[in-house]
């Protein structure tokens, strides 16, 4: 059964970050509390927040925030890019409701990428081929999305294939753009 | 009117290419493996295509072409074809960061099968430093796969220098010419390489047919389990009209490669000025001399790539973000990041890639209109 129907757009407003998409507020007709646990364990990218009791996904630079009552989305490109999205997530909260036995709900907060984490996740020869002084330096880069992953040379050696899935994985789990030609 | 300019994603089949299509999907319709009458004229109809796909790249013998159902299975018979067949030999791969996703993703399957692969680096024009292929082969190398033309920027890395250093290091050298087929020439004995592989649908030819040109006693295997077909490199009975198509482009493709670049590169250079001269912040990546004619990836500082394809779709014209096979995503090419451009500024490319139809009142058409979107732009942030 499905626990909710539909999500209904209440407010359209200009996106304080960009002029030229949209924000946009919903409501939904059912509490989506519940399975937001659920969607916790099973959405790449998303971040819980216990105290807020919501969670924050972002994807293809959108960025939505679900709470019991429904949703906030930011970066669409316009109303009827709004509703596609937001079917798309009707169904799939709708299709992890109807699986939430087979699934291990988590509460955990979702990964928030630090450099630190990322420094400890590259090869760490300081080898300054990417141009940066460090390779701390070239972490707190590219977690402010200023480089590439693509620009570490070393991870793309025949024997560091290991170290790059890992850190692709990482990334791509904290619902950073990774170059998914590489993931394998 | 709706102005295409997105040739690198496909090209409209040539008219006398769809007719020879129709005509054999009717007419040469038997299998080209039995003995019968339909099926010797299905073979004929092969050969002919075989020869014409030689001529354009200047094969040995029409034996040496390969057909497939298109670049990307081109690719991955190359690639895990030539690896799997030298598998006692060493299992170890060098390749590039910019590298379609068909040679890519073969190599992440290698990967997943045990071979190791380097990714080599690019310089900021996406060119490949010969000397680093050299310096990534060891004893333990079976395979160098290096893109002739890359088709997001359009640079043509050094191909027949890169030959040269495979062989004196005694490595097979496959290059993925599917952008660059038509619109620079390509003469297999001028790269050096030892297998090519082309798509016919990048030089008006149908879609679900390519080829590839594999150098005699190369050592290849087939990657797929099935019939003798194609040297018995390649099971499956062929799809003779797609082919028949196929050699009939390659054909006219021959014929007008040096006037159609001469025209496509012509108008890439007004598309450019025309947009640089009144745009001071948008920046061109890539090389326009010397690169592919027909390609021009420019920055739109301030857009999303794909918020600018829509816009420019609402007026009529067709442009591309970037490989046709990563619209639907706004995640930043792979190329223009290997090449060192920010994100951002990556997020903000559009490919332009223009045909032999292409007209220079589109190309100023095309210029006006994204002159007028971003001036809209500029007033809405």
């Known amino acids: 059964m499905s626990l909710i129907e539909r999500f209904e757009i209440i407010r359209v407003l200009p996106c304080i970050a960009d002029t030229a998409k949209i924000r946009v507020v919903a409501q939904c007709d059912g509490d989506i509390g519940e399975v937001l646990p659920y969607l916790n364990a099973t959405v790449k990218g998303a971040t819980y927040n216990p105290g807020s009791h919501s969670l924050s996904v972002q994807r293809d630079g959108m960025r939505f925030n679900f709470f019991s009552g429904g949703v906030t989305a930011v970066k669409l490109r316009d109303l009827d890019h709004a509703r596609t999205e937001l079917q798309g997530w009707t169904e799939r909260i709708n299709e992890t409701w109807e699986d939430r036995a087979k699934i291990t709900p988590s509460l955990e907060r979702g990964v928030r990428l630090t450099a630190l984490q990322v420094y400890k996740a590259l090869p760490a020869s300081n080898c300054r081929q990417c141009g940066e002084a460090s390779c701390l330096a070239f972490a707190a880069r590219l977690v402010a999305d200023e480089v590439s992953v693509l620009s570490c040379l070393p991870l793309f050696e025949a024997e560091k294939r290991g170290t790059r899935l890992a850190l692709l994985e990482l990334m791509e789990s904290a619902g950073r753009d990774v170059p998914a030609e590489f993931l394998s | ?381």
């Open chain 2, 1 to 381: 009117m709706y102005i295409y300019l997105d040739h690198n994603a496909t090209t409209r089949p040539d008219p006398e290419v769809a007719v020879a299509v129709s005509r054999a999907l009717s007419e040469t319709w038997g299998n080209p493996s039995t003995l019968s009458e339909p099926g010797r004229r299905a073979r004929e109809a092969l050969h002919k295509a075989r020869t014409q796909v030689a001529a354009l790249v200047g094969a040995l013998e029409p034996g040496e072409i390969l057909f497939t159902s298109g670049g990307t299975e081109a690719d991955n018979l190359a690639i895990r074809g030539t690896c799997w067949a030298l598998a006692h030999r060493g299992d170890h791969v060098v390749t590039t960061l910019v590298e379609h996703a068909a040679v890519l993703r073969s190599c992440a399957l290698l990967e997943r099968e045990g071979f190791r692969v380097t990714y080599l680096p690019v310089d900021g024009f996406g060119r490949v430093d010969p000397e680093d292929v050299r310096r990534a082969v060891t004893p333990r190398t079976v395979l160098v796969s290096v893109m002739l033309a890359n088709n997001e920027v359009g640079t043509l890395n050094a191909v027949p220098e890169i030959g040269t250093i495979c062989r004196e290091v005694g490595v097979p050298l496959h290059t993925d010419a599917v952008q660059a087929m038509g619109r620079t020439p390509v003469e297999v004995e001028t790269l050096r390489a030892d297998l090519v592989s082309l798509s016919g649908h990048k030089f008006y030819g149908p879609r679900g047919v390519g080829a590839l040109w594999v150098r005699q006693g190369n050592p290849l295997e087939p990657i797929l389990g099935g019939g003798r077909q194609e040297r018995g490199f390649r099971p499956g009975t062929e799809d003779v009209a797609g082919i028949v198509g196929l050699g009939l482009a390659a054909e006219l493709a021959r014929g007008r490669l040096v006037a159609g670049a001469k025209h496509v590169s012509r108008l890439r250079n007004r598309l450019w000025e025309g947009l640089r001269e009144a745009l001071p912040g948008v920046r061109a990546h890539g090389v326009l001399a010397g690169g592919l004619p027909n390609t021009l990836n420019v920055s739109f500082p301030g857009w999303g790539a794909e918020d600018l394809v829509l816009a420019l779709d609402a007026e009529g014209i067709a442009v591309g973000t970037g490989s046709a096979c990563s619209t639907g995503r706004t995640t930043p090419s792979h190329v223009l990041l290997a090449m060192g451009v920010p994100p951002r500024e990556a997020r903000s490319c559009l490919r332009f890639s223009l045909g032999r139809g292409n007209t220079e009142k589109e190309i100023d058409h095309t210029v006006a209109v994204l002159l007028r979107l971003c001036a809209t732009r500029e007033v809405a942030a």
